[in-house]
């Protein structure tokens, strides 16, 4: 059994090793990620509107083509472009050296006595084709694509670049966003004693296992289109001893039954689905809620309530880092796509964690902001 860390990350068992050389490349682009957001990013203020400038879609398509006609603007791109593709190359690699192995711990995880969770795969289960026409975030393959059998390569990958690609913000197990909101869930709704909860799209559960630790009474599950997430996600649980079931299920349409959980969440996932998927997920998780039950879905900071300069990096992820819903949705009242998908207005509202967590943690596109809804 792993412990320690590479450089900050938890090495759970599950985590890949990393040679020197692998590390050096890591390291490297941790810092060149860091040196574009938190440095050269702040260059690009005398490009934008001026504080105050209402958000809006055209503002923010209008700003970007000014951003990159200039040459800090088209620099600043193209480095921030360059760090996705260092990012695949540090890790990459190195995940399929150890792939036999890494599938081989899955599968011990799957199979042992002593597992406290469980893992349930769908073959049927298709990832939708708003997850398979693009490879989201330039991520070799997306969080789906299958290399070989039981395969984890995808789940690996996730757990490290994240981790890179977030400058370590996340945290050592990489489960801020899941923590921040299930406390916020505490302290807003005491009253509250959940039996089951459920998250759609956990990829690999980082955010899952905050669930657990927060509400070590209730039932977690985890659910995912994409199987090789899942595998490694379940087999990571196991690792650091949380109890989370996972399944492969499409959140636009599960198989649990009516009036089930206690609480729904997501972190992250909503702006990588479409809008007719989004109208879906926000119907399903009406569905599968049980009455006086709560939607928290968590996602990036909408265009209104962030500056000018902050509206950059996720609007420029819509256009070069293949997440080609972000705008629309920052742009939008998600609350009246709520409504359109069958909550009541009195129902729903947006929320934040905190109001530190709104502001400056561009990087995790402003992590923080949630749809709530209470049935
Ligand atoms: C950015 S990741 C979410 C990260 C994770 N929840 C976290 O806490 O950081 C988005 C995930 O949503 C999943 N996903 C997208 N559409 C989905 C759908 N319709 N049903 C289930 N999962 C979906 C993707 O497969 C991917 O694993």
């Known amino acids: 059994m792993k412990t320690g860390s590479i450089a900050g990350q938890h090495q759970h068992d599950m985590m890949m090793d990393v040679n020197h050389d692998e590390l050096a490349y890591q390291l490297f682009v941790q810092s060149y990620i860091q040196d574009i957001n938190?440095?050269?990013?702040?260059?690009l203020k005398p490009l934008c509107d001026t504080e105050g400038t209402p958000a809006s879609l055209k503002q923010v398509v209008e700003q970007r083509r000014r951003i990159l006609k200039h040459p800090y603007g088209q620099m600043w791109s193209s480095l921030r472009r360059i760090a996705r593709e260092f990012t695949c190359e540090a890790v990459g690699p190195a995940v399929e050296r150890?792939?036999?192995?890494?599938?081989?711990?899955?599968?011990?995880?799957?199979?042992?006595?002593r597992k406290i969770g469980s893992l349930q795969l769908a073959p049927d289960v298709k990832a939708p084709r708003y997850n398979t026409e693009i490879e989201i975030h330039c991520k070799p393959g997306g969080y789906h694509t299958e290399l070989t059998a039981d395969d984890v390569f995808a789940g690996a990958e996730y757990d490290r670049t994240t981790y890179l690609n977030t400058a370590g913000l996340l945290g050592p197990v990489m489960d801020r966003l899941g923590k921040d909101v299930a406390q916020w869930v505490k302290r807003s709704h005491p009253q509250l004693k959940p039996?089951?909860?459920?998250?759609?799209?956990?990829t690999i559960g980082q955010s899952t296992v905050a669930w657990v630790d927060e509400y070590p009474d209730a039932e977690i599950y985890g659910i995912d289109v994409a199987a090789p997430c899942l595998r490694y996600g379940h087999a990571r649980a196991e690792a650091l001893g949380r109890h989370i079931h996972f399944s492969q299920q499409d959140a636009e349409r599960?198989?649990?039954?009516?009036?089930?959980?206690?609480?729904?969440?997501?972190?992250a996932m909503i702006h990588e689905t479409s809008t007719a998927?989004?109208?879906?997920?926000?119907?399903?998780?009406?569905?599968i809620l049980k009455p006086g039950g709560l939607m928290v879905h968590?996602?990036?900071?909408?265009?209104?309530?962030?500056?000018p300069l902050e509206r950059v990096v996720p609007d420029w992820d819509t256009q070069f880092n293949a997440e080609p819903f972000i705008s629309k949705m920052r742009a939008s009242d998600l609350t009246e796509w709520a409504v359109e998908a069958g909550w009541r207005p009195d129902q729903?509202?947006?929320?934040?964690?905190?109001e530190n967590l709104s502001r400056g943690v561009s990087v995790i596109g402003g992590a923080g902001y949630m749809v709530v809804g209470r049935k």
């Open 195 to 202: 039996r089951r909860i459920l998250e759609m799209g956990c």
């Open 277 to 287: 998927a989004l109208h879906n997920i926000f119907a399903e998780s009406l569905r």
């Open 348 to 354: 729903v509202r947006h929320a934040y964690t905190s």
């Open 254 to 267: 599960t198989g649990f039954p009516d009036n089930h959980f206690d609480i729904v969440a997501s972190h």
């Open 38 to 43: 938190f440095r050269l990013q702040g260059g």
């Open 98 to 113: 150890q792939l036999p192995d890494l599938i081989e711990k899955a599968r011990k995880y799957r199979s042992s006595n």
């Open 298 to 307: 968590n996602d990036g900071t909408p265009f209104r309530d962030l500056t």
